[in-house]
């Protein structure tokens, strides 16, 4: 019998796409998500490219009890945890409710999950935890100073993790902390839907090369970077959901283990620019603006420690993170939005090529 992992925020960008990850892998799959930030098409999708199905429960983390009782039910052996609101301008706004989607909604988790005896979890940070990069590459001692709430909603729950491994050796937690993930699924079948005007640089390149927008603004080309555009690692988003599996797999030590999830190159806005320009064969128009407030110059990771400690690196190209952002985009122009599934027969034949 193959285990069954619960993935929480499973029908989000990245849960997608981890829950892609673990059905090819031979797990069988529980995703709860109350759709918040997403849309329960994604699920149908994955299933659809993995031919396989999952459970899916719209459900709120918060609520401890049904979180048990589908522990319980599922025989749930371990937990993904992607559940959460991310972005970082409207942390600013309502705080209190980063610390409540966020810390408390992980508490919630980490109590059905001790009640249930479940006791190994993949939790997702991020690389905004570290703040000003004070060097670079980041490893993961680099010391922490996230700029804004929901940077700290991550350092707290990081932290919380800690306290609770210390407590109880029965605990295997490995904390997660990506960069920039970016890309899609190659199938072009799943993908990142941003609602509204997208705040992060590839959906909005994504939507300027569809013609959605009309040009790009790129926030400062006076940083101290060789094109005077910010530098990030961007990492594709099937590489990430690998290093899910290679975590989960890699738990076998009691305690809490923090690794960077990067590609360690970076790349500058204005590469993205021109990479995502090739691989569309669209024109993104672009003009500077002034800085925006909280960036850094820039931030990319050293993936030295994954490598060791999960045995896991990045292997996709910064063209094939644009190429399969793009094709996400051509194919799926308004997202999941009054999207059905079409051309089914196609696409398993698409699958197949790639498998
Ligand atoms: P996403 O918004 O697409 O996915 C998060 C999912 O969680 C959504 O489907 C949302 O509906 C769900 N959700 C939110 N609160 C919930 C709750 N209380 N109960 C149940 N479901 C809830 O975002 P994503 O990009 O897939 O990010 C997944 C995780 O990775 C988040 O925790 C995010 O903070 C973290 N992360 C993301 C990035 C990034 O750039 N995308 C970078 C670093 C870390
Ligand atoms: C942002 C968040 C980070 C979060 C990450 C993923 C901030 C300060 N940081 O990271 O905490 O984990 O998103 O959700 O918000 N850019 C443009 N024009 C645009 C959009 C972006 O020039 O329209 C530039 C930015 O100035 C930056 C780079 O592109 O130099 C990447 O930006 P973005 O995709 O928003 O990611 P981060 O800022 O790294």
């Known amino acids: 019998m193959s285990e069954m992992i619960l993935v929480t925020g499973g029908a989000g960008y990245i849960g997608s796409h981890v829950c892609i990850a673990l059905l090819d892998a031979g797990f069988d799959v529980v995703a709860v998500d109350n759709l918040s930030n997403s849309n329960k098409a994604s699920l149908e999708r994955v299933q659809s490219i993995c031919g396989r199905s999952l459970i899916f429960r719209h459900a709120d983390i918060r609520n401890e009890e049904l979180i048990y009782d589908m522990l319980r039910a599922c025989a749930v052996t ?44 993949v939790f997702s940070s991020s690389a905004t935890v570290y703040g000003m990069p004070r060097y670079l590459p980041l490893d993961e001692k680099h010391p922490l100073g996230p700029t804004n709430p929901y940077g700290r909603t991550k350092l707290v729950i990081e932290e919380m993790l800690k306290d609770l491994c210390r407590s109880d050796d029965g605990w295997r937690i490995g904390s997660l902390r990506y960069f920039n993930p970016v890309g899609a699924h190659e199938s072009g079948l799943v993908g990142e839907d941003p ?54 797999r890699q738990l076998g030590q009691p305690g809490l283990i923090t690794v960077n999830l990067g590609t360690g190159n970076g790349s500058s806005v204005l590469d993205i620019v021109r990479t995502f320009e090739s ?70 034949r698409h699958l197949r090529r790639h498998a």
């Open 78 to 121: 371990a937990v993904i945890h992607l559940a959460g609101l991310k972005a970082v301008g409207d942390s600013n706004v309502r705080p209190m409710m980063y610390y409540e989607n966020n810390v408390l909604g992980t508490m919630r988790l980490v109590s059905a999950m001790k009640r249930a005896h479940v006791k190994t979890l």
């Open 279 to 348: 691989v569309s064969g669209r024109s993104i128009p672009y003009e500077i603006r002034e800085r925006r407030a909280g960036d850094v110059a820039a931030c990319y990771a050293d993936p030295t420690f994954a490598k060791n400690a999960l045995g896991w690196a990045s292997t996709r190209s910064l063209e094939q993170m644009c190429a399969d952002h793009w094709r996400w985009q051509l194919q799926n122009p308004n997202g999941y939005q009054g999207s059905e599934l079409p051309k089914v027969r196609e696409r398993s």
């Open 195 to 248: 609602l509204g005007v997208p705040s992060n640089l590839l959906p909005f390149v994504a939507q300027v090369a569809i013609g959605r927008r009309e040009t790009l603004q790129i926030w400062g080309n006076d940083y101290d970077t060789p094109d005077g555009t910010g530098i990030r690692d961007f990492i594709h988003v099937v590489d990430l959901a690998s290093g899910h599996l290679s975590a989960l």
